[in-house]
T-cell receptor, first 113, second 110 residues
């Protein structure tokens, strides 16, 4: 298995631009989480899906952030418009069932200038 | 109050010693507890999970859970320089949310 695949690995964009981060979960995993990691705040849960349905998006910082999971093989996290304070590493993590730990992707390092 | 709290460290131990990492959590209904290791610039990697009170051993790693005290710890025996990393405690809350502590930085000195 190729693991959780995230793209792009690095993204540099200008303030105000739209950014789309992508995640392909491990086949058969029914839970998908989006996290953001910064030095100041650590790992923050943004949103998670179960069987492609968003369950809890209370961690999404504001309306500029949106996430979708149109099918079991793909999820996106979109930021529009982006701001410098959105600069962080964004991780996607997936797992099978609600009782086990999750596997992380390699992350997307986002820099908004 | 943060859901999961860890001492940020840094924690330094000599090679071959026991490293002890601690974590407390606020959701008394939490059922699952995890330790992740994160090397600088890499993604978190699951190394241990525990569900029941007591100890769980896996090689050089031992996870300890005390639900009454809302406390979970990770012991690393015979610490190696390759164990130098940030260790993240994670707790699955009653609503299936997966909360992480801010991590403890461990340095093993050769």
């Amino acid at each position: 298995d190729a693991g959780v695949i995230q793209s792009p690995r690095h993204e540099v964009t200008e303030m105000g631009q739209e950014v789309t981060l992508r995640c392909k979960p491990i086949s058969g995993h029914d839970y998908l989480f989006w996290y953001r990691q910064t030095m100041m705040r650590g790992l923050e849960l943004l949103i998670y899906f179960n069987n492609n349905v968003p369950i809890d998006d209370s961690g999404m910082p504001e309306d500029r952030f949106s996430a979708k999971m149109p099918n079991a093989s793909f999820s996106t996290l979109k930021i529009q418009p982006s701001e410098p304070r959105d600069s962080a590493v964004y991780f996607c993590a997936t797992g099978r069932g609600s009782f086990y730990g999750y596997t992380f992707g390699s992350g997307t390092r986002l820099t908004v200038v | 109050q943060k859901e999961v709290e860890q001492n940020s460290g840094p924690l330094s131990v000599p090679e071959g010693a026991i490293a002890s990492l601690n974590c407390t959590y606020s959701d008394r209904g939490s059922q699952s507890f995890f330790w992740y290791r994160q090397y600088s610039g890499k993604s978190p990697e699951l190394i241990m999970f525990i569900y029941s009170n007591g100890d769980k051993e896996d090689g050089r790693f031992t996870a300890q859970l005390n639900k009454a005290s809302q406390y979970v710890s990770l012991l690393i025996r015979d610490s190696q320089p390759s164990d130098s990393a940030t260790y993240l405690c994670a707790v699955k809350g009653t609503g299936n949310q997966f909360y992480f502590g801010t991590g403890t930085s461990l340095t093993v000195i050769p």
